[in-house]
C-alpha cells in the first residue's frame, strides 16, 4: 500500500468528479462561452461576495496575475519570508511584474498590523514605492496557520489608510474556512482580490480562481492571456471544481483530525525534536540533530510511505482526501514501531 503525504496535490479525481466532468457542458471560453466555466466563476464570485472571478489554470499564475494588477514595475510587495509568491513562484514578482517583496519576519508565516505599518516605505522618490500587502491563509512553510481574522481587518484598515492593495494567497483557505468556522463572505469583505485553489483540498485534477472587485479585475483577463493562461473546452475542468464545491469542503476536518493524530504519534518519538503546531492538515516536524534526515526518510520509503524533506532536518506530511484510513492506521503504526 503506497501512502504518499507528500502533498494534497497529489489526489486524483474521484468517481464522482469524473462523471461530473464527462457529462459537463462546454464551450469556447475564450470567448466566454464555456457555460460551466461561466458558472463555476459566478458561483465563487457570490460566495464571496464578489462581482467577479476568472477561472486560472494554476495558483501560481492566478497570484501572479493579481500581483500585476496591484502594482507598476518598481514597485513592493510587503509580504511574510514564507510567504509562497516569495519562495515557490519562480521569482515570478520580479519577472512578470518588475516589484520586489518587503519581507515580514513573522510567525509561522503570520504578521502584526505594527510589522506592516513599520514595512511601508516613506514617500521620498528614492525609496521603492509599498503598494500592495499580501497574505497568505492558511500558510504553506508555516505548517498550515490559519490566521486570526481581526489582524487581518486591522491590517485592511492600514491599507485603506496608505492606498495599499490587499491580496489573499488562499490555496488552503479551505482549510482556514473549516477549522476556523468562518465564512468566504467575511474574507470577502476585506480583501481586493483572492485566489482559491481548487487542487489542494478539493481534490481537483487543476485549477484556480482569481476573485475581486470589478475596478481591479478590469484586466485581468488580458493578463492571463498574455501569461499563457487562456483556455478553450475548459469547463471539464470547471466542472471538477463545481463538484468539490458541493461534496469535498465538510471533509476537510477529516484531514484535519488525522493530521492532529500523526502528531500526537511524533511528539512521543524519542528521535523528533518538534512538531509544529498542527491547526490544519499539514504537519511539519524536526529530528532531533543525531538523526540522518535521509535515513529517515529511506525507512519511510522501506514501508512505501512518502513524505516531504525540507532541510536541516525539518520535514512535512501533508494529509488529503486519498489519505485512506487503512493509510492512517498503517502510518501510525509504523510510526510507533520506528
Not at 81 to 106: M, P, R, W
Not at 201 to 207: E, K, Q, T, V
Not at 245 to 265: F, P, S, T, W, Y
Request: charged share 25%; with cysteine; hydrophobic share 40%.
Amino acid at each position: 500500500m503506497r501512502i504518499d503525504l507528500r502533498s494534497d496535490t497529489v489526489t486524483k479525481p474521484s468517481e464522482g468528479m469524473l462523471d461530473a466532468m464527462m457529462t459537463a457542458e462546454v464551450g469556447d471560453d475564450v470567448f466566454k462561452e464555456d457555460p460551466t466555466v461561466n458558472a463555476l466563476e459566478e458561483r465563487l464570485a457570490k460566495m464571496f461576495g464578489k462581482p467577479k472571478a476568472l477561472f486560472f489554470p494554476s495558483g501560481s499564475m492566478a497570484n501572479q496575475t493579481a500581483i500585476k494588477l496591484h502594482t507598476n514595475p518598481g514597485e513592493q510587495i510587503i509580504c511574510d519570508k514564507y510567504a509562497h509568491i516569495f519562495n515557490y513562484e519562480a521569482g515570478g514578482a520580479a519577472f512578470n511584474s518588475g516589484v520586489s517583496c518587503n519581507l515580514i519576519d513573522g510567525h509561522r508565516g503570520m504578521f502584526t498590523t505594527e510589522q506592516v505599518i513599520a514595512s511601508i516605505n516613506p514617500s521620498e522618490f528614492y525609496y521603492s514605492q509599498s503598494s500592495l500587502v499580501e497574505i497568505e491563509n492558511t500558510t504553506n512553510k508555516g505548517g498550515g496557520a490559519c490566521w486570526n481574522f481581526e489582524e487581518l481587518q486591522q491590517i485592511r484598515t492600514v491599507c485603506d489608510k496608505h492606498n495599499l492593495g490587499y491580496h489573499l494567497d488562499g490555496a488552503r483557505l479551505w482549510n482556514a474556512l473549516v477549522a476556523k468556522n468562518e465564512t468566504t463572505e467575511q474574507y470577502g469583505a476585506i480583501f481586493d482580490t483572492i485566489s482559491v485553489c481548487l487542487s489542494k483540498g478539493l481534490g481537483c485534477p487543476i485549477g484556480s480562481v482569481l476573485i475581486g472587485d470589478e475596478d481591479i479585475m478590469k484586466k485581468s483577463i488580458s493578463l492571463r492571456k498574455v501569461f499563457g493562461g487562456n483556455m478553450r473546452q475548459v469547463g471539464y475542468l470547471a466542472a471538477a471544481g463545481m463538484y468539490a464545491l458541493d461534496h469535498n469542503m465538510n471533509r476537510l476536518a477529516d484531514d484535519h483530525k488525522k493530521a492532529q493524530e500523526i502528531g500526537g504519534v511524533l511528539q512521543d518519538m524519542s528521535i523528533i525534536k518538534k512538531v509544529e503546531p498542527i491547526e490544519t492538515n499539514i504537519v511539519i516536524f524536526e529530528l532531533e540533530s543525531h538523526v540522518d534526515e535521509s535515513e529517515f526518510l529511506k525507512q519511510l520509503r522501506d514501508h512505501d510511505i512518502h513524505i516531504i524533506g525540507m532541510g536541516s532536518n525539518k520535514l512535512r506530511m501533508v494529509t488529503h482526501l486519498d489519505y485512506t484510513d487503512a493509510m492512517h492506521h498503517r502510518l501510525l503504526e509504523v510510526l510507533n514501531n520506528f
